[in-house]
């Protein structure tokens, strides 16, 4: 059975929760909720392993959501961060800090820096 403590989504990238386990249903026993882009969550049913009711892999099976991030290191040049889908999360690591001072200098690697990040994790 899955782990309903981790988050969970479709195989192509639909978030799902959980609404209830153990029913007696013949396309298994996990009632779930998946939220399409359109944001309007609908109901399915999928088997105890989070399997679609269906023979073979199926882009409606649940798995467990993983994190996507890209990481840019930028030494003697600009990163421009345009157009992410929606659950990437971009990391720039900047190297170019001449003249910079105070509270937003930080160290990576053992070298001065300025971290930017893009995305679901975005920091203000």
């Not at 969970?8 to 929760?17: F, N």
């Not at 882009?37 to 649940?62: C, F, H, M, N, T």
Request: hydrophobic letters at 35%; one cysteine or more; a negative charge.
């Amino acid at each position: 059975m899955l782990d309903f403590n981790r988050p969970l989504q479709t195989r192509s990238g639909l978030p799902v929760r959980l609404l209830g386990y153990n029913f007696k249903n013949e396309n298994g026993p996990l009632l779930i909720a998946v939220t399409y882009e359109d944001g309007v969550e609908r109901l399915g049913w999928r088997r105890e392993d989070g399997a679609y009711p269906l023979k073979g892999s199926s882009q409606w099976d649940i798995v467990y959501a993983v994190k996507r991030e890209v990481v840019i290191t930028v030494e003697g040049g600009m990163a421009d961060v345009a157009r992410l889908p929606t659950d990437v999360e971009v990391t720039i690591i900047d190297y170019d800090v001449d003249g910079i001072e105070g509270e937003d200098l930080l160290e990576h690697n053992g070298k001065p820096c300025i971290i930017h990040r893009y995305g679901p994790g975005e920091k203000p």
